[in-house]
C-alpha cells in the first residue's frame, strides 16, 4: 500500500509547475493557467476567435492557401516576329479578275460622282463615254444600278463592266490607251404571274407589298378602273385585286416587272375585270366582251377645276350685252395644263381672235372640240395626232376675257353642246377576228387569277363567287 503524499511534497511540486509555466508562451500558458483537464468557456471562446482569423487571413491572402499557384505581379512578355503570308501570285502580276469591285449607284448619284469616289481621271470616264452606246446606258442610270470595276494594286483602272439591258452585260477593258468592248449575255427568264392582295389600310402600300411596281398600280387607277370604282369613296379594307403581269428574272433576281395584262377588282361584292390589248399596233384596256374601258371623251379637260360660267345665254363679262354663252368656263391659275379630251388630230392652234390663244381638236366621227383664252400653246402643230390626255396648252387669259379661265365648247357636226349634259359617243369595241383574239387570251387569264383567288381566299370565297359567275358559259335563249 502506498503512502500518501506529504503536504510538503505536494506544495513542491505545484510551485514547479508554476516555474515552468512562466517560461512558456503567453497563449500557452494563459490557456493552460488553471487548466483541470477541461476547457473552460472563455478557453473556447479564445480558440474560435483565432481559428476565425486564421481562416480569414487564408482567404484574403491567396498565397497563404495556395503558395504554389502564386503568379508574380509583373509577368514577363517577349516579342516574336512573324513573316507575312506571301502575296498571291495572280495579284503580284496585277493579272484581271483579283479586285473586282461592285459599286451600286444611289439616288442623284451620276457617273462622275463614283469615278470621283474611286479616284479614277475623269480622262479614263470620258474615253469610256465614247465607246458605242456607253453614254446612252450611263447618263440615264436608275437607282440601285451596278457598275463594276476591276482596280489592281496600283490603282488604274483596268475593266469596267456594266448593263445594257436586262439581258447583256458590257465589259470594256482599258489597255495602252485602248478600249476593247466584249458584250457578255446573261440569261433570263420571264414568268407569267398573278399578283393578288386586299386593299387593308393602303391600296398602294397592298399593292407594292405583293410585287407591283408603281406604274402598274397607277394603271389600274387611272387607266382600268377610274371609270367603274371611286378610289377615294368606294374602296373598302376587304377589297381585293389580282392583276397579271409577266417578271423578268436573271440569276435569281428579278429585273422587271412588265405592264398590266389583265386585272381584276372585286369592290363590296361586284367584280370589275380590264384586259390589254392591241388594237392597231396601241395598247389598250377592254372589259371581258371586248368594250375599251378608257371613254370617247373626258368630262373636264382641267382636273379639280372650278366651273365658273355655264352653257347658255348670259351677259358677256367684256361686250355686257346678253349673249349666247356656247361652251362653259373653268375657273384655274394661270399656267394650269390644259389635255385633250379625247383622241383627235389637231385642226387648229393658235391665235383666234377674241378666243385668244385657242386649238381646235377633231375627233372624227363629226366630233369636235375648242380651247380658248390660254396664255400658252403646248408642243403641238396643226395635223398632228395626239392622244387622250396630252398636254395641248396652259390657262391664261388672252382675248376677251376678264380672268384666267379655259373656255371649253364641244361641237357635233358644227353645233354647239353642252359638254356638261351630252351622252358621249362610247368607243368602239372590238369585232370579227380581233374579238375572236381577245376572247382566246382573256379566258386564259381569268382562269389563272381564279386560280390564285381560289388558293388565297378559300375560306372566303362564296359558294358561287363574282369570279365563278364571270367564267361560267353564257347561256343561249331559245328563239
Excluded: C
Excluded at 41 to 67: C, D, E, H, N, Y
Excluded at 199 to 208: K, T
Excluded at 287 to 303: A, E, Y
Excluded at 431 to 449: C, D, M, N, Y
Amino acid at each position: 500500500m502506498t503512502a500518501p503524499d506529504s503536504g510538503t511534497d505536494r506544495r513542491e511540486r505545484l510551485k514547479a509547475l508554476r516555474e515552468a509555466a512562466l517560461h512558456r508562451p503567453v497563449l500557452a500558458r494563459h490557456i493552460s493557467d488553471g487548466f483541470n483537464g477541461r476547457w473552460s468557456r472563455r478557453q473556447w471562446v479564445q480558440a474560435s476567435l483565432f481559428a476565425t482569423m486564421g481562416m480569414l487571413v487564408l482567404a484574403i491572402v491567396p498565397g497563404f492557401s495556395s503558395p504554389g499557384n502564386a503568379k508574380p505581379l509583373h509577368a514577363a512578355r517577349q516579342s516574336l516576329a512573324l513573316a507575312l503570308p506571301p502575296l498571291p501570285l495572280a495579284r503580284a502580276k496585277g493579272q484581271i479578275g483579283d479586285s473586282w469591285q461592285l459599286v451600286r449607284v444611289d439616288r442623284g448619284q451620276t457617273l462622275g460622282a463614283v469615278f470621283k469616289q474611286l479616284n479614277i481621271p475623269s480622262s479614263t470616264m470620258q474615253q469610256i463615254l465614247e465607246q458605242p452606246g456607253a453614254k446612252q446606258a450611263l447618263t440615264r442610270m436608275k437607282p440601285g444600278t451596278e457598275l463594276a470595276f476591276d482596280m489592281p494594286v496600283n490603282g488604274s483602272l483596268r475593266s469596267f463592266r456594266y448593263d445594257r439591258d436586262d439581258s447583256h452585260q458590257v465589259e470594256l477593258k482599258l489597255d495602252g490607251g485602248k478600249i476593247y468592248q466584249k458584250v457578255i449575255a446573261r440569261p433570263s427568264e420571264t414568268r407569267t404571274v398573278v399578283l393578288s392582295g386586299k386593299v387593308g389600310s393602303s391600296l398602294f402600300r397592298s399593292a407594292r407589298k405583293v410585287g407591283l411596281t408603281p406604274n402598274n398600280i397607277r394603271t389600274l387607277t387611272d387607266d382600268i378602273f377610274k371609270y367603274d370604282i371611286d378610289f377615294n369613296e368606294d374602296v373598302g379594307a376587304n377589297d381585293r385585286f389580282s392583276v397579271v403581269v409577266e417578271q423578268t428574272w436573271r440569276e435569281g433576281e428579278l429585273v422587271n416587272t412588265g405592264p398590266v395584262l389583265a386585272a381584276t377588282f372585286t369592290s363590296d361584292g361586284k367584280l370589275h375585270t380590264g384586259f390589254r390589248f392591241e388594237r392597231d399596233g396601241k395598247a389598250e384596256y377592254f372589259t371581258g366582251d371586248g368594250r375599251p374601258l378608257k371613254k370617247s371623251f373626258i368630262r373636264m379637260p382641267i382636273p379639280y377645276a372650278r366651273l365658273s360660267s355655264g352653257f347658255g345665254a348670259r351677259r358677256h363679262p367684256v361686250l355686257g350685252r346678253m349673249r349666247m354663252h356656247k361652251g362653259v368656263d373653268y375657273a384655274a391659275g394661270s399656267g394650269t395644263p390644259i389635255m385633250a379630251a379625247g383622241d383627235a388630230r389637231v385642226k387648229s392652234a393658235g391665235w383666234m381672235g377674241g378666243y385668244g390663244n385657242a386649238v381646235v381638236l377633231d375627233h372624227g366621227r363629226g366630233y369636235t372640240t375648242l380651247y380658248g383664252h390660254m396664255s400658252r400653246i403646248g408642243k403641238i402643230r396643226p395635223g398632228q395626232r395626239i392622244a387622250q390626255g396630252t398636254v395641248i396648252g396652259y390657262v391664261g387669259s388672252t382675248g376677251m376675257s376678264t380672268g384666267p379661265h379655259l373656255h371649253y365648247e364641244f361641237r357635233v357636226n358644227g353645233v354647239h353642246r353642252n359638254p356638261l349634259s351630252i351622252t358621249m359617243p362610247p368607243p368602239e369595241p372590238l369585232s370579227g377576228a380581233p374579238l375572236a383574239q381577245f376572247r382566246s387570251q382573256t379566258g386564259v387569264a381569268l382562269a389563272r387569277i381564279r386560280q390564285v383567288e381560289n388558293i388565297i381566299y378559300a375560306d372566303a370565297t362564296p359558294t358561287v363567287s363574282p369570279m365563278s359567275r364571270a367564267l361560267a358559259p353564257k347561256k343561249k335563249t331559245k328563239a
